[in-house]
């Protein structure tokens, strides 16, 4: 039986258990949920996705839509982005 007082079980290991297993319930769902829609005959292609993740939220001069429209001493970009 594991025990988390053992010298060998450390926080990796627990982990590395702990990950493998709710990996080994959750394919089980994804293999019959693939399965299920293949036989209904609605198979969904692959998307790219271009994720960007911005810790904290960028200011609003490095958004990526400068506000042309803005005053000349605010906005950060002038002419026209392509």
Same mark, same amino acid.
């Not at 693939?34 to 810790?55: C, T, Y």
């Given at each position: ?5 053992? *010298? ?12 493998? +297993?709710? +990996?080994? #319930? @959750?394919? @089980?769902? !994804? !293999? &019959?949920? %693939?399965? !299920?829609?293949?036989? &209904?005959?609605?198979?969904? *292609? $692959? *998307?790219?996705?271009?994720? #960007? ?11 990526? $839509?400068? %506000?042309?429209? &803005?005053? &000349? ?8 982005? %392509?």
């Amino acid at each position: 039986m594991l025990s988390f007082t053992e *010298k060998n079980l450390g926080r990796r290991s627990f982990l590395r258990i702990g990950s493998l +297993g709710l +990996g080994g #319930l @959750s394919l @089980s769902n !994804l !293999l &019959a949920a %693939k399965a !299920l829609a293949a036989e &209904a005959g609605s198979v969904v *292609k $692959d *998307k790219s996705v271009v994720f #960007l993740f911005m810790h904290g939220g960028p200011s609003q001069t490095e958004t990526f $839509d400068p %506000k042309m429209a &803005a005053p &000349a001493g605010v906005r950060s970009v002038t002419g026209e982005v %392509k």
